[in-house]
């Protein structure tokens, strides 16, 4: 079991910044995957970077070069760094983890409540 807290979320103005957090607890050991998602209004919910337990990164095309996503394995805690943020980036922001469980291989994903960043033009 993996819970995940959100937080950084908020207004800001177009080319302004934010840090999204990803606190997690419980099954650390078992994530083999962050990532974070974005849902705007009335649209389908995107992948907008990921993680590996590796430390690979990838990042959705619209938003390379603005955002970053690290980790600091001492907090159990995934970061989105937002750069020159721009109405579209306007969404619901969620973090996602994908379990592996050792031994079993029993897979899961477990999802954040969600962070609502809003950008102004």
């Known amino acids: 079991q993996v819970q995940l807290v959100e937080s950084g979320g908020g207004l800001v103005q177009a080319g302004g910044s934010l840090r999204l957090s990803c606190a997690a607890s419980g099954s650390i050991f078992s994530i083999s995957f962050v990532g974070w998602y974005r849902q705007p209004p009335g649209k389908q919910r995107e992948l907008v970077a990921g993680?590996?337990?590796?430390?690979?990164?990838n990042y959705a095309d619209s938003v390379k070069g603005r955002f970053s996503i690290s980790r600091d394995n001492a907090k159990n805690t995934v970061y989105l760094q937002m750069n020159s943020l721009k109405p579209d980036d306007t969404a619901v922001y969620y973090c996602k983890a994908n379990t592996l469980k050792p031994l079993t291989m029993v897979r899961g994903d477990y999802w954040g409540q969600g962070t609502q960043v809003t950008v102004s033009s």
């Open positions: 993680i590996t337990s590796g430390g690979s990164t």
